[in-house]
T-cell receptor, first 114, second 111 residues
Framework: ETGVTQSPTHLIKTRGQQVTLRCSSQSGHNTVSWYQQALGQGPQFIFQYYREEENGRGNFPPRFSGLQFPNYSSELNVNALELDDSALYLC?????????????FGPGTRLTVL | SQQGEEDPQALSIQEGENATMNCSYK?????LQWYRQNSGRGLVHLILIRSNEREKHSGRLRVTLDTSKKSSSLLITASRAADTASYFC???????????FGKGTTLSVSS
C-alpha cells in the first residue's frame, strides 16, 4: 500500500454530466499528478499540481480541470462527459515536482460513461 | 506521443523461469522507471534508474539501461505466480513535468 487513497472506487455517469474525483496524497508529498488509463493502454498524463499550482498539463481538453488543496489533497473535475472518458483514473503523489522522482499511485477510480 | 514502448506485448512462462521485458524510448532522458500493475489496479513502483547508471537490482528484479541504444530491460528471476501482472516502463516527457508510459507487457506466470 502506498498511502495514496482515491474516491470513489467506481462511478457510473451519463454523457453530458459532470464528475469530481478525489485523491489524498501520501503524507509529506506536495506534488500530485493525474493520469487516465483506457483499457489495454498505459496511463496518459492529464496534469500535475505542485503546492496548489498547476505544474504541467498533458494533451487533454479544458473540460478536464483540477485543484490541489493546502493539505495537498486533490480533485479532478471532468465536465460534459463523453463516452471516451470511460477509463481508470489514477492519481500519484511524489516528494518532488516534475518527473525525476518516484510516483506513488492510488488504486484508481473506474469511471464508466453511458 | 508515445515515448517508451515495451516488448513483448505479452509473455507467458512457467513458475521458476526468468522473464525479460524490454523498453525502447526516443529522446534523451535523465531517468527511467518501471512499474507493475495488477489487474486494473493502481501502479506499483519497482525501480528507478538514472541516466548515469547502467544496472540496478532490487530483490529478484534487475534493470539495465543502455542510453546509447535508448533501451532498458527488466529481468525477473525465478518468477512466481504472484508476478502475474502488467509491467510498464515510464520516461520523462520533454518538459520534465510528467512520466510517459508505454502500453506495457502483460506477464502470465503459471504454476
Amino acid at each position: 500500500e502506498t498511502g495514496v487513497t482515491q474516491s470513489p472506487t467506481h462511478l457510473i455517469k451519463t454523457r453530458g454530466q459532470q464528475v469530481t474525483l478525489r485523491c489524498s496524497s501520501q503524507s509529506g508529498h506536495n506534488t500530485v499528478s493525474w493520469y487516465q488509463q483506457a483499457l489495454g493502454q498505459g496511463p496518459q498524463f492529464i496534469f500535475q499540481y505542485y503546492r496548489e499550482e498547476e505544474n504541467g498539463r498533458g494533451n487533454f481538453p479544458p473540460r478536464f480541470s483540477g485543484l490541489q488543496f493546502p493539505n495537498y489533497s486533490s480533485e479532478l473535475n471532468v465536465n460534459a462527459l463523453e463516452l471516451d472518458d470511460s477509463a481508470l483514473y489514477l492519481c500519484a503523489s511524489s516528494l518532488q515536482k516534475g518527473s525525476t522522482d518516484t510516483q506513488y499511485f492510488g488504486p484508481g477510480t473506474r469511471l464508466t460513461v453511458l | 506521443s508515445q515515448q517508451g514502448e515495451e516488448d513483448p506485448q505479452a509473455l507467458s512462462i512457467q513458475e521458476g523461469e526468468n522473464a525479460t521485458m524490454n523498453c525502447s524510448y526516443k529522446t534523451s532522458i535523465n531517468n527511467l522507471q518501471w512499474y507493475r500493475q495488477n489487474s486494473g489496479r493502481g501502479l506499483v513502483h519497482l525501480i528507478l534508474i538514472r541516466s548515469n547508471e547502467r544496472e540496478k537490482h532490487s530483490g529478484r528484479l534487475r534493470v539495465t539501461l543502455d542510453t546509447s541504444k535508448k533501451s532498458s530491460s527488466l529481468l525477473i528471476t525465478a518468477s512466481r505466480a504472484a508476478d502475474t501482472a502488467s509491467y510498464f516502463c515510464a520516461t520523462p516527457n520533454q518538459a520534465g513535468t510528467a512520466l510517459i508510459f508505454g502500453k506495457g507487457t502483460t506477464l502470465s506466470v503459471s504454476s
